[in-house]
């Protein structure tokens, strides 16, 4: 069956260093790989997605990198800071009309 | 523009007793969404609904109902509320097409049967 999980359930970082949260996923079939955040007493926030087709994309002090190969998804955050601290979901779906499937999670701890 | 709101954010529930917990939404989403979040076991989908009276079961649908007069609310009911379904519950709404990777979260619902 489907299932996306996490190597790690916590990494703890220095401020100005950079982070790389990891994801496993099992279903190759998935189209699109997103990262969510997740800061303590909210709801997920979205931060970048990646098309099954693409190997890295960038945004704004993030990198989503996709290894097909191995299954393996990344997420590089430059310059970590406090505001970083936070659990990070990877989640999949399929193109056309598919829910989300969502990880178990990793925090992320940012220590000043 | 206030996004996604849920009410109330904190209950609590003794076994056997109803509640419904309310999702509203002032982005004109098509789909809304229902997720439990439990320590451990990440986002799990309750329900969802692709339009304004639809509904559909998710992946843990059982002891839940739901229902989507309006777009833009969208309610989760416990009819007999039992322990196991002490959670935190989130709402999410999105637009699908470009935007399907897109949820927009509520602040989430605490419940606590007891």
């Known amino acids: 069956g489907e299932s996306v999980g996490l190597h790690l359930p916590t990494l703890s970082v220095q401020e100005g260093d950079n982070s790389i949260i990891n994801c496993a996923y099992s279903?190759?079939?998935?189209?699109?790989f997103i990262w969510y955040k997740q800061e303590s007493g909210k709801g997920p926030q979205f931060i970048i997605d990646i098309r099954s087709n693409m190997d890295k994309r960038q945004g704004q002090r993030v990198t989503v990198l996709l290894n097909k190969t191995v299954k393996h998804l990344s997420l590089q955050i430059a310059a970590t800071q406090p505001g970083d601290s936070a659990v990070y979901f990877c989640a999949e779906r399929k193109t056309g009309f598919q829910k989300l499937v969502f990880g178990t999670g990793t925090r992320l701890l940012v220590s000043p | 523009n206030a996004g996604v709101t849920q009410t109330p954010k904190f209950r609590v529930l003794k076994t056997g007793q109803s509640m419904t917990l309310l999702c509203a939404q002032d982005?004109?989403?098509?789909?809304m969404y229902w997720y439990r979040q439990d320590p451990g076991m990440g986002l799990r989908l309750i329900h969802y609904?692709?339009?304004?009276?639809?509904?559909a079961k998710g992946e843990v649908p059982d002891g839940y109902n739901v229902s989507r007069l309006k777009k833009q609310n969208f309610l989760l009911g416990l009819e007999s509320a039992a322990p196991s379904q002490t959670s935190v519950y989130f709402c999410a709404s999105d637009q699908q097409g470009p935007g399907a990777n897109v949820l927009t979260f509520g602040a989430g619902s605490r419940l606590t049967v007891l």
């Open positions: 982005m004109n989403h098509e789909y």
């Open positions: 609904s692709v339009g304004e009276g639809t509904t």
């Open positions: 279903n190759s079939a998935s189209d699109y």
